[in-house]
């Protein structure tokens, strides 16, 4: 008698592929789940991209936005004025989106836009006061801020660069002068 030939074993079985836009959506979610509103957004803003229509990015869109939102609000009443600028300047970057249904938010998107400019004017007379007072690196961390949440912004843009060399000047002149 021949001994019987034993199969070799199966290869073991692949679970399917997720979808790339089910895997966005999901980091997003772990995001929205852990607070990270923006980050949320940028992953459900991926999702949609890959796979428009994506039901769960339209489920759960709107109420990162808000939360985003709302997070600028709480941000701003903490004296936390450059996270404010950014969770605001997010809210204004995603209200548009395809996925949002912004008719349905409690505020506009005139309103964001409103928050964002009185910041960045607030902060502007700062950082002009500092310089006038001569306290030159406080004007120029302002305009840093005022750039840290929009890069565009070129008044601030210009005042850091001035007032960037003026405090190089002083660093080199000899103490006393």
Do not use: C
Not at 7 to 15: D, M
Not at 29 to 36: K, N, P
Not at 62 to 67: H, N, R
Not at 104 to 126: C, H, I, W
């Amino acid at each position: 008698m021949e001994p019987l030939a034993v199969p070799p074993p199966a290869p073991a079985a692949k679970p399917p592929e997720i979808p790339l836009a089910d895997q966005r959506f999901a980091e997003g979610m772990r995001a929205f789940q852990e607070g990270g509103y923006g980050r949320a957004l940028e992953l459900f803003s991926g999702a949609w991209q890959e796979k428009p229509g994506h039901a769960g990015v339209a489920r759960e869109f709107d109420g990162a936005v808000l939360a985003l939102k709302k997070n600028g609000d709480a941000a701003f009443a903490q004296g936390m004025w450059e996270e404010a600028g950014k969770r605001w300047m997010g809210t204004l970057r995603f209200i548009n989106h395809p996925a949002a249904n912004p008719r349905g938010y409690p505020f506009t998107q005139s309103e964001v836009r409103a928050k964002v400019d009185n910041l960045t004017a607030a902060l502007t007379v700062m950082a002009l006061t500092e310089y006038r007072r001569g306290d030159v690196p406080s004007a120029i961390a302002r305009w840093k801020s005022i750039l840290s949440y929009d890069p565009g912004h070129e008044e601030a843009a210009h005042s850091l660069q001035t007032a960037t060399k003026q405090l190089e000047t002083l660093k080199k002149m000899p103490p006393g002068k």
